[in-house]
């Protein structure tokens, strides 16, 4: 399978119809473009083999936000320079996945490195109430790393449980501040019941500016401090999900807010506001906060031994910007799970690569689990590979199945091929290599291949709980 060149050119091309013609022409292969000053080259592992110490692990995810909403990854309107920049000094992946369709099953899959099913709270799609949650006594990314000698930090949206019996402080992570819930108004805080969502610990912590801008101002001041031992901080932003409110946007803030004090518990989810432009305006205001955290980062002098990741919890939304995949946040065909992926580590890594390897969020967490010498507990096995010994020494990763399932889809990759059911039922095959839009079914052509895919989807489904 060919590796994908860059489409870093697209962000010269002004927004409008010939951009997205120029797209469009190019459409089947997401791998052609044009490069820019700096040629991607296909990743290969640094050599001669460089040492450095555990890393700092700075995790950062966005909300809802498409494949090719960045720049880098194709956007003809969206400027995203500061994770454009972040690219060019790691890798970018292009066949990258998210490990569920929706917010918090991918979350419990990065917290735990394991599917979304093997846990009561994985199987609330998203959670949205209080009965379920991660519980405490599942061993998570950042419980292993703090007991492996890591400081650990979540600040923003955690949405894997809500108080009394769900934190983040109860699930390994020595400091938190965010919101609890899968949503809330970026200037008063108040999630979809009402309530009040800003915590510092298990503590109310009133604060009714931006939300973007406190969570920027939060992580730059973590990474500056003056750390005696290696840190993780997973930064979850909620931009840009919705409600469409941009940093400035204080009227139509105080008509959702009315809207939630007088009982519409629909008024969050904004479904007669927003716009392409609107949302254009959240992403590129993402963009310049993560530029800002790692300026801080760069500032505090730790920046050559910290591994920066950034993706996407999911696929795209209403806006969303995801040519020339199909489906959005929800769906498991490709524009629901294939997310943005981008890594960084200057003492270990070379920049100015990409990367068509097929990974998924379980991947992530044993990756950085291996890099920083913890181990998995055997009565939690992972479902994740970890990839360190391809991104250190350019070890071959096996070939190995990524599985979906969410209520009335199911999927499986198994390297260019793709075993797909929607809500149809209807069995589905397709060469992604090819077909990256999913429109060609290749089911008829190839009965076996699809019967030993889905066999393989089921045989994995068989040890998960049931919905």
């Not at 060919?2 to 489409?7: A, K």
């Not at 800003?198 to 912590?205: I, K, M, N, P, T």
């Not at 199945?401 to 390297?415: I, K, T, Y």
Request: hydrophobic share 35%; aromatic share 10%; glycine share 10%.
């Amino acid at each position: 399978m060919p590796t994908p060149l860059s489409r870093r050119a697209l962000g010269g091309v002004a927004a409008g119809a010939a951009a997205a013609a120029a797209l469009g022409a190019t459409a089947p292969a997401v791998q052609a473009a044009p490069a820019t000053d700096t040629q991607e080259r296909p990743f290969r592992a640094a050599h001669p083999r460089r040492h450095s110490r555990r890393p700092n692990i700075l995790f950062i995810l966005g909300d809802d936000l498409g494949w090719a909403d960045l720049s880098s990854y194709g956007s003809p309107h969206i400027r995203t320079p500061h994770l454009d920049r972040l690219a060019r000094g790691g890798v970018r992946f292009t066949d990258a996945y998210s490990g569920s369709a929706t917010c918090s099953p991918t979350r419990f899959s990065l917290y735990t490195g394991r599917y979304p099913g093997r846990t009561k709270g994985g199987l609330a799609e998203p959670i949205a109430d209080k009965s379920v949650g991660l519980e405490p006594t599942h061993p998570t990314l950042a419980s292993l790393l703090r007991d492996s000698g890591y400081a650990t930090a979540l600040i923003g949206k955690w949405h894997c449980g809500y108080l009394p019996d769900y934190s983040p402080t109860r699930s390994g992570w020595d400091e938190f501040f965010g919101n609890f819930g899968g949503a809330l108004e970026y200037y008063s805080k108040l999630g979809l019941g009402g309530e009040y969502d800003l915590y510092e610990g298990d503590a109310e912590y009133k604060d009714l500016r931006y939300y973007t801008r406190i969570l920027t101002e939060r992580a730059s001041e973590y990474v500056s401090r003056d750390h005696d031992k290696p840190w993780l901080l997973n930064l979850n932003f909620t931009t840009p999900h919705w409600p469409w409110i941009a940093d400035g946007d204080k009227e139509a803030s105080d008509e959702i807010v009315r809207r939630i004090k007088s009982g519409d518990r629909s008024a969050l989810w904004h479904q007669d506001g927003g716009s392409v432009e609107k949302y254009k305006d959240m992403v590129e205001d993402l963009d310049r906060s993560i530029g800002q955290v790692l300026k801080a980062l760069k500032r505090s002098g730790q920046e050559q031994d910290t591994l920066v990741f950034f993706a996407s919890d999911n696929g795209g939304e209403r806006f969303s910007y995801n040519w020339p995949l199909a489906g959005n946040k929800g769906s498991l065909q490709e524009g629901g799970i294939r997310v943005p992926s981008i890594l960084r580590w200057p003492a270990r890594i070379d920049g100015g690569q990409v990367s068509d390897l097929p990974v998924f969020t379980p991947d992530w967490t044993a990756t950085l689990l291996d890099l920083a010498g913890a181990r998995p507990r055997p009565a939690y096995p992972l479902d994740g590979t970890s990839l360190a010994g391809h991104l250190l020494r350019g070890a071959e990763v096996p070939e190995r199945d990524l599985f979906w399932r969410v209520r009335g889809e199911r999927a499986l990759r198994r390297g260019d091929w793709k075993y797909y059911r929607g809500k149809t039922g209807r069995d589905q095959l397709f060469r992604l290599s090819e077909d990256s839009r999913e429109q060609a079914d290749r089911a008829p052509f190839e009965q076996a291949r699809l019967a030993e895919l889905r066999t393989a989807w089921e045989r994995i489904d068989a040890g998960l709980l049931r919905y």
